[in-house]
């Protein structure tokens, strides 16, 4: 507990600091001591939950709504903080230039201004607000994305074929039933021929599903639902007791997925076939670039898969595209990603600005990019995790018709 007294201190002089542009703006006492009790019990449920469970395998969705409201009433404070900062330089010189630019008076510091005070105010309502929206409505806003893709050498027979796209559950942070129920039925609305699953079914561990295991069972398509492991299905972002008990737990995954009538594809590929001709759906591990797991081998997954053949490829972590897929001379048609959430945070508007901070981490982060005729979809998530909800970048099940490009004449 004591490694969090700096950060608390710090957090405190924060609250004091930010409190300036509260008092500046009124002097009512009722609303002044409104936001000390709101900012008080923050504080107090972040430190009750600090001195509570460590490293819990399963994450209690309290936790996360202790987390996001922190987080919404925090970054609106950092906003007051860099405007009352500004304001101090202002003044600070002022006050010197009274004092050593020729007048006789003495050094002071003019008081804070009013409209400055309540500019900021303005300002830090827009990640409040919307940090709580996020949290309410945002993060079971679910959208349908739908992309055509043409391809020269797709096979006549699967000219029209649909795969559905969904990724990144994280089934120990949902908490409202109702919700999900509507995105599973959602994703069944789209009637389409494949629907595919990328990895991260849970935070830590198995046993998050058991809950959700008959909702997600009603998928279905007519060439059935197909999964991969993402990063956070291998538990290894918590303590066990043992290897074993880890491998265990992943088993238990493995299995899980079977009982639910999902094809989990562990390094290999299969065949999806229509009036005699056939495309190789290839599922691989996950491999992510710098610290995360690499237990993906695209040789092992594509074994007996010809140059020829036409590929669509599931591997979870989009980096592995970029490292190791997009320019492989056997040529991935189309690869379908999720892992980053897009962050949970975003400003998206259709034609316009497509922005979010996660960008700056990775090159492929949402929608569908295309080099050399390649194709990757970054599905945006069906879930969340960390913080409780989603602002710009809403929960995502993608669409995706292949299509034979017609031959020109």
Same mark, same amino acid.
């Given at each position: ?7 608390? +201190?710090? +957090? ?35 430190? &009750? ?15 996360? $709504?202790?987390?996001? *409201? ?15 900062? @500004? ?69 006549? /027979? %699967? ?59 009603? +998928?279905?398509?007519? #060439? !059935? ?7 956070? #299905?291998? !538990? #290894? ?27 989990? +594809? ?25 610290? *995360? ?7 092992? /997954? ?24 997009? #320019? ?22 259709? @034609? ?7 960008? $700056?981490? &990775? ?5 569908? $990019?295309?080099?050399?005729?390649? $194709? ?5 998530? %069906? ?5 409780? @909800? ?20």
């Amino acid at each position: 507990m004591a490694r969090w007294i700096i950060p608390v +201190l710090i +957090l405190f002089a924060i609250e004091i600091y930010a409190f300036q542009a509260i008092r500046t703006v009124t002097k009512n006492g009722w609303i002044q001591g409104l936001y000390v009790a709101v900012s008080v019990s923050v504080l107090a449920a972040v430190i &009750y939950q600090l001195a509570g469970q460590s490293s819990p395998r399963q994450i209690d969705p309290s936790r996360l $709504y202790v987390f996001g *409201f922190f987080l919404a009433f925090f970054v609106p404070k950092l906003i007051l903080i860099i405007f009352m900062f @500004g304001e101090d330089i202002v003044r600070l010189f002022v006050g010197l230039f009274a004092k050593f630019g020729g007048s006789n008076e003495s050094f002071y510091i003019p008081s804070r201004r009013k409209f400055v005070s309540t500019i900021a105010l303005g300002i830090a309502a827009i990640p409040l607000s919307s940090l709580l929206y996020g949290m309410y409505k945002g993060k079971y806003n679910y959208r349908v994305l739908s992309y055509s893709l043409e391809f020269d050498d797709l096979p006549e /027979a %699967f000219d029209g074929y649909t795969i559905t796209q969904i990724s990144d559950v994280h089934s120990g942070s949902f908490d409202n039933e109702e919700k999900v129920s509507y995105g599973i039925d959602l994703i069944n609305k789209q009637k389409s021929d494949l629907i595919v699953f990328t990895g991260d079914l849970v935070n830590n561990v198995a046993d998050e599903m058991t809950r959700w295991k008959p909702l997600f069972s009603t +998928l279905s398509a007519a #060439d !059935g639902v197909y999964s991969v492991l993402g990063n956070h #299905d291998y !538990g #290894d972002y918590v303590p066990w007791e043992s290897e074993e008990a880890q491998a265990e737990n992943l088993q238990q995954l493995k299995n899980l997925q079977g009982e639910m009538g999902w094809k989990l +594809l562990l390094n290999e590929n299969t065949v999806l076939e229509r009036n005699g001709q056939s495309i190789k759906l290839i599922g691989v591990e996950n491999w992510g670039a710098g610290g *995360f797991k690499k237990a993906g081998d695209l040789e092992k /997954a594509c074994v007996g898969v010809e140059k020829e053949d036409f590929k669509v490829l599931l591997s979870h972590d989009p980096s592995h595209w970029k490292e190791q897929v997009k #320019d492989d001379i056997r040529n991935f048609h189309l690869t379908l990603s999720g892992h980053t959430h897009g962050m949970q945070f975003g400003i998206e508007i259709p @034609g316009w600005i497509k922005w979010s901070p996660v960008k $700056y981490r &990775y090159e492929n982060w949402a929608g569908i $990019y295309e080099e050399f005729g390649r $194709y990757i979809n970054v599905n945006r998530g %069906f879930g969340f995790i960390g913080y409780p @909800g989603r602002v710009g970048i809403w929960p995502e099940v993608t669409v995706i018709k292949l299509k034979k490009k017609p031959t020109t004449a």
